[in-house]
């Protein structure tokens, strides 16, 4: 069984560009969740998705970043426009109850 | 709201020897508990949880943690480690009937040969 599939796995963008990274999360899974990883900062949960619905954004860092699950086997991440402090690796992350399944992250290099 | 405490940020350890990864959690409700473990350029895998029972929770790659009320820890333990484990370990921490995991800062296990 596939896991949680994330695209795509490395960006380099220039800042003020508009970026969107892909995530399909794991058949069956009603929880959807996109963390940003820094060294700064450690992991940090953006926003997260029950059953297609967002539920809690409180930590999107602010209005440049979108999200949006359109259905339940596809969810995306967007910033508009990007930043150099936008540089991290973002994660996707699915879950049936508690227990977290990761893809494999994409990192994201502002320039 | 809970908060997540790992209290080394890197931890060097000789191969074969035991080791300790600590981590204390406030709350003030009940809580599940959580260990990951992220490998270089990949994501967090589940290790072992801790939802109820036995305060002793064994996970996978012969890792171990317990669950301690009193002093609000769940420290993660091996008898003995390999070079294999060298990757950075986070504990997490969700209230219960939540679903939003908070992660503490992670810390990354060294195994010297």
Not at chain 1, 46 to 74: C, H, Q, T, W
Request: charged residues 20%; hydrophobic residues 35%; contains cysteine.
């Amino acid at each position: 069984d596939a896991g949680v599939i994330q695209s795509p796995r490395h960006e380099v963008t220039e800042m003020g560009q508009e970026v969107t990274l892909r995530c399909k999360p794991i058949s069956g899974h009603d929880y959807l969740f996109w963390y940003r990883q820094t060294m700064m900062r450690g992991l940090e949960l953006l926003i997260y998705f029950n059953n297609n619905v967002p539920i809690d954004d409180s930590g999107m860092p602010e209005d440049r970043f979108s999200a949006k699950m359109p259905n339940a086997s596809f969810s995306t991440l967007k910033i508009q426009p990007s930043e150099p402090r936008d540089s991290a690796v973002y994660f996707c992350a699915s879950s049936l109850r508690w227990e977290l399944f990761f893809g494999e992250g994409s990192r994201l290099t502002v320039l | 709201a809970q908060s997540v405490t790992q209290l080394d940020s890197q931890v060097p350890v000789f191969e074969e020897a035991p080791v300790e990864l600590r981590c204390n959690y406030s709350s003030s409700v009940s809580v599940y508990l959580f260990w990951y473990v992220q490998y270089p350029n990949q994501g967090l895998q589940l290790l072992l949880k801790y939802l109820s029972g036995s305060t002793l929770v064994k996970g996978i790659n012969g890792f171990e943690a317990e669950f301690n009320k009193s002093q609000t820890s769940f420290h993660l333990r091996k008898p003995s480690v390999h070079i294999s484990d060298t990757a950075e370990y986070f504990c997490a921490v969700v209230v219960a009937g939540s679903y939003q995991l908070t992660f503490g800062k992670g810390t990354k296990l060294s195994v010297i040969p």
